[in-house]
Structures are given as C-alpha cells and as structure tokens.
C-alpha cells in the first residue's frame, strides 16, 4: 500500500485562523516570525523577498536568534522530539523563542518544508533535492508544540509550513498559493509576482556573495596568499552548530570562502577545469560524475565539488570540513572528498560529529594545527598548483613567488562570507 507522504506534507497544516480577508488586504501590521534553521540559511532572502513583496513589513519580518544551549533550555524544554540529528533538534528552541521570547508577539510562524535547493550544479546533477531529515524537521518539531496542547493556537499564532522546490522555480508558485493562500489571503497572481520578486532577491544576494569570494580570491592571487575553505552544510553558518571554528581560523589572517558562495564563473571554472575537460574525464567544470554517480542532494553535490575546486585551485591550500554528529548524508562523503582534496597536496581536516558542546580546548588545539601546517606549506602548495595550470589566469597576472613569509591579514575584501538572516 502507497503512503502519500507528499499529498500530507503539502495540504493545509492545522493551525489557528488565519489572517482576516479584507478589501484592502493590508498586511502592514502582521508579523511573520521565521526559525533561523537548516536550509533558511542560503534561502531567506527568497522569503524576506517574497514576504515583502505581498506587504510584509520589513521590520515585522522576525527571525529567531543563533543557535545556544540558552535558546534550547529557555525555549525548547520540555518540546524536545527523537531525532539524532542535532541540527534539527535544536528547531525546538527557535520555535519557542518566536513564540514565547517575542516582546511584541508574531502572527504567523513560518516554517517552509524545503524539498530541492537552487544550485550552481542544476542541469550538471541528478537533481537537488534537500535531506529527507532536515526537509521534514519543521513536521517533526511541530509535534513538539501540538503533543499535550496546541501553543500555537494558545498563543493566537497560525503555524504554516509550506512544501515547497526551491530549486525547481517553475512549481514554486503553485506550491506557496497551495499552502498560504488561506494564511495570507493570497491570489495567484499576487503569489506569482511575490514568488519572483523572492527570487530576484535571493539571486542578487546570491551573485553578490560570489563575487567577494572572487574577489577574495583575486586578492590572494595578486599577493600570494592562501586562504581556507569550509565544506559544510548551510547550517554550520550558525554560531551554535558550527561553533564559529572559521571565525578562528580567520582571527589568524586567512581568509575564508564557504563552500555555497564560491564563484561560478565560466573563466574561473574553465581555467581550474581545463586539463579534465581536455582529457575527457568531465563534460563541464560543474561535472562531478567522475567521483560521485549518485548525485540527487544538493548539499553532498556541492560538497564533492568543493572538494574538487579546492584541489585545483591555488591559493586554496587548506579545506576544513565541518560534519554534524551522525550525520548519515556526511558519512560516504569522508573519505572521498579528503582523497579529493589531498591528492594535490592541499591540506585537508575534518571537525566530525559536532552537536550542542563546543569543546573549546579540543577547538583551540586544532586550530593551532591547521594554522601551523598553513603556513609552514601553503607556498609549496600554491607554485605546485600553479605549475599544473595555464599560465592565463582569469584573475589577473600573477606576481613572481617570493619567499615564504608571515602570512599577513588582508583588506577588506579578504574576510569571512558568511549570510546570516539576522
């Protein structure tokens, strides 16, 4: 017997009323709090886009804090669900912040279900399609509030989660009327300008996040100097998934790239990729069959392809890796991604099975490794590199290697990409 598990996640969520129908349809004054979780971090701004675009205030545009231990023993005590995956169980204190820790209270909480992401890989991979875990995580907290009594309904709040497939734009606005026409009291045609307005907005956002990675870049390039590069999934941008590991790293004056903002740009690809295209072995630089057949999720896609940019490209000469506990979409990643990256020497160290405890010791010890071996070999790492690609770099021309030296921070562009919703 089928289960129709999609039919169910996408029909109308039980929840409070929704927003009063009026002629004018003003939305001025609603509030719509948004969890600051999983995916969100590299699609809020489609929903603060297509929030604004129906008459969402930015100001009554809510999203919860960084993860803590706080948040969750303040706000999710008590509303906690079975899930090994930290990530996701942390969703519970985010829900209780909005709707317990807000001085002036939200009307609408907004928790999308995210089935496919956009990609700089679309049309080179199988599809791009989220974990299972993380897209069902907002059905499976909500559990939490709806098990003894309805909050949301005690708190005058409409709870909505709408399924949606970010990363297939041409079902999105179906989707979001599907789900919130009765939450916002939405037409189609109103939905359908809110739905490219979102995109326009998180496509600028998007185009400017790789440029100053490029940027970044262009920078180490013109004063050989390397940097460092996170794979990792957008949650461990959170301060309390993550554990601001990067942010250490770049207290050292390296600068950091994020493995969702690197450039995509056809010179810099085709430059880093030549050799492979030449001999066959992949049809584009965003080709990744060569080491990963099963390409469905767009995270673990992304990863793998991080792994092969940073071991092409010069002036990346450590990758640092960063892995939730029981992980088990990282899990058959580890070992290609690390043979990946060091098979052209660059420097590879993962921070497995990170969860709700920051061992700062443990952090702080590792962060003296990485930071010794940068920069006792990134000089040998950069000439070896260069020396297996074209002599026309995209990024402009390249300055005689001099001695290695201290590494030195820096200007403004060489620092930390990082996209909070805050």
């Known amino acids: 017997m089928r289960f129709p598990t999609l039919p169910i996640w996408s029909a109308k969520k039980r929840s409070v009323a929704s927003v009063p129908k009026d002629k004018n349809k003003d939305r001025s004054q609603v509030r719509v709090g948004i969890p600051k979780v999983l995916n969100i971090w590299t699609t809020h701004q489609f929903w603060v886009g297509f929030l604004k675009s129906i008459g969402i205030e930015s100001e009554n545009i809510v999203f919860s804090s960084d993860t803590s231990e706080e948040q969750g ?6 509303r906690g669900t079975v899930d090994c995956c930290y990530p996701v169980k942390a969703i519970s204190g985010h829900y209780g912040e909005l709707v317990f820790g807000q001085k002036k209270k939200i009307n609408i909480l907004l928790s999308p279900m995210i089935h496919s992401l956009p990609s700089v890989l679309h049309g080179h991979v199988v599809d791009t ?3 299972t875990r993380v897209m069902a995580g907002p059905e499976n907290i909500k559990a939490g509030f709806l098990k003894e009594r309805d909050v949301f309904g005690e708190a005058g709040i409409t709870y909505a989660s709408p399924f949606v497939s970010l990363g297939d734009r041409h079902m999105v606005t179906e989707q979001l009327h599907t789900s919130l026409k009765d939450v916002f009291n939405l037409e189609l045609e109103e939905t359908e300008r809110a ?18 990675s490029r940027d970044i870049l262009t920078w180490c390039a013109k004063n050989q100097k390397p940097c460092i590069l996170v794979l990792a999934r957008p949650y461990h941008m959170d301060t309390g998934i993550g554990h601001e590991i990067e942010g250490d790293l770049q207290a050292h004056g390296y600068p950091i790239l994020w493995l969702q903002y690197l450039p995509g740009d056809e010179d810099l690809m085709n430059w880093l990729f030549e050799a492979d295209m030449q001999m066959g072995r992949i049809k584009s630089p965003f080709d990744i069959s060569d080491v990963w057949m099963s390409s469905y999720s767009s995270n673990t896609n992304e990863i793998m392809w991080g792994a092969k940019v940073a071991a092409r490209c010069p ?16 899990q058959p990643t580890y070992t290609p991604t690390q043979k990946i990256v060091e098979a052209t020497g660059t420097l590879f160290f993962k921070f497995g099975d990170l969860d709700s405890t920051k061992p700062a010791g443990g952090i702080k010890i590792r962060i003296e490794t990485i930071v010794h071996y940068l920069a006792k070999y990134s000089q040998k790492i950069m000439q070896q590199k260069l020396e297996w690609l074209s002599p026309n770099c995209p990024l402009g021309p390249l300055p005689a290697f001099a001695p290695p030296d201290a590494v030195q921070e820096g200007p403004a562009v060489a620092q930390q990409v990082h996209s909070s919703p805050s």
């Open 195 to 212: 739905v490219k307005a979102g995109f326009e907005a998180l496509d600028s956002f998007t185009e400017k996040a790789r440029k100053q």
């Open 315 to 330: 002036w990346i000469t450590c990758v640092v890796r960063l892995s939730s506990y029981e992980c088990g979409m990282d």
């Open 73 to 78: 023993r303040e706000f999710g005590k008590g």
């Open 129 to 131: 399609v989220t974990c």
